[in-house]
């Protein structure tokens, strides 16, 4: 097996990788944009909620009803908390396969310059070669034509 041919191989290995390391980096930012989306929306509740409260405290309204409301703004609070903390796991995914998908292309990257430089040490070999046996040919047909003069 030539080392042309195992460069070959790792080096779509790496490539595959690098789009693997793309797909899982889409699904992140994916992820993210939802994360982000349900904070805004988890914060317009909020936002609502604190509205009918002070509606509430505003006009005639009785305990009940400013009960459920105190309930409804400490509800969605927590959603709140528990959205922001969707949107660090996501935050924190997000980094990772921005990492990740550094890495997979740092390593193709490392291989096509290996496959560079064998292509390259390979056409200076065969360059070498061939000026090998053009000297050859020449003091070959030199040759020849020293003898033929002498006889």
Do not use: C, K, P, Y
Not at 23 to 38: C, K, P, T, W, Y
């Amino acid at each position: 097996m030539s080392n042309r041919f195992r460069l070959g191989i790792v080096l779509r290995l790496r490539e595959m990788a690098e789009e693997t390391a793309r797909i899982e980096l889409s699904h992140a930012v994916d992820a993210h944009q939802r994360a982000v989306a349900a904070v805004e929306a988890a914060q317009g509740r909020a936002g609502q909620e604190l509205r009918w409260l002070s509606d509430l405290h505003g006009g005639t309204s009785d305990g009940g009803q400013l009960q459920t409301a105190v309930f409804a703004v400490a509800t969605a609070q927590r959603a709140i908390v528990s959205a922001q903390e969707r949107l660090g796991r996501a935050t924190d995914a997000l980094f990772e396969a921005r990492r990740l998908l550094a890495d997979a292309t740092r390593q193709r990257e490392v291989v096509e310059r290996l496959r560079d430089r064998f292509l390259i040490a390979e056409r200076r070999e065969s360059e070498h070669q061939d000026t090998l046996a053009m000297a050859e040919i020449a003091s070959t047909q030199h040759a020849i034509r020293v003898a033929r003069n002498r006889s």
